[in-house]
Every structure is written in C-alpha cells, then in structure tokens.
C-alpha cells in the first residue's frame, strides 16, 4: 500500500503518514494510530499484539 492509498483510507494527512513512515516522530497520538490500523484494516489489537511490543523489546 502506498502512502497514497494509506491517507485515502485512514483519513490520516498524508504529511503524518510520512512522518511515520520516515520515523520523524518521537511519539504518535493513539487517534492516529487507531486511524492507520483502521485504513489498514486491522483492529488496534491487531496492531499492538506484535513482538515488537514485548516489555523487553521497549526502552525505558
């Protein structure tokens, strides 16, 4: 999915979806995650149900 389609989807600007795809953030609101998750069709669960997102595999 590009950039494009994302923000068509999501509704989330296209200048945030760069940001996050560029890592320009240090943190996101909830509201836009909860937004690209529902452009990506996916529920929030979905999205934070990742290794990535282990106690261990977050900094302090």
Known sequence: MTNYQLYMKSGV????IGNLVNCTYDSVK??????V?????????????SPLFDEDNLDP
Do not use: A, D, M, Y
């Open 30 to 35: 909830l509201r836009v995650i909860h937004e």
């Open 37 to 49: 998750c529902q452009g990506f069709g996916i529920s929030i669960t979905e999205f934070f149900n």
């Open 13 to 16: 600007p296209k200048s945030t």
